[in-house]
């Protein structure tokens, strides 16, 4: 179903020329020129930011629109260069209230996610903000009383946040660990910071934390993650052939 702020995005291409007909998006300039929500996203997305009708919360609020109407990744792109360029940074209300009520809804929130994981985690100069914007200061509360929209949001964050560092991210975890919801993210979580390139564990802790999950005993790679973990691995990259040989 189409959201107010997604028809005011419609409105905000249809005044640039862009429209959505039944063949598919077009630009009164070529007509006769299909475009994708891609082709949209890399030719305007960035205007949203110089648009001198919009003020900056407005600015950050109409890129989230053109996400929602463009499900396409690259208007997050955007988003974090207008937020670390020579105008930036961009007002942190409405950027992080972005993300997680991005997180929190039912539909597909996969370009979102991306963009966490590759861009906002895996800088070492944004991790730890973006980290605690979009989960770590209220996981108390997502714990306390939990409701789907929240837990929603702290499973997707919990599974993309393997390249956050381990000090960022460890008393969040401990915390996610006492909601039972909670603890099939955690062991993506587990698993992500052992395998993804720029991830993050300290293994004997990890290995607590681990232990103290309730999970289906044939849950996959339980086993391995446990045995590289015992075994003081940090990383796949680290040592690629204990990953394989923990599951002999």
Known sequence: ?????????????????VAETADGWTDTAKPDRPLTANDIAHAWADEVFTDEDLDESAAVRMAFALLDLLDDYWVTCEIRFADGGPDGPLPAGPLWD???????AERDAEPVEYSLWVDWFEDRTTTATAFAEVLGNDITTIVTTPTPPTLRRASRVLECSG????????ATYTTAARLPALHEPLFKALRAGYHDIYGDLDPPAALTLLTHLTLPPDTEHLTQLRTVLSAGHRNHRHNPDAWAAAAH
């Open 1 to 17: 179903m189409e959201t107010q702020a997604m028809r005011e995005a419609r409105r905000w291409l249809g005044d640039r020329g």
């Open 98 to 104: 972005g993300y997680r009520r991005r997180l929190e």
């Open 163 to 170: 390249p956050v560092p381990w000090d960022v991210k460890h």
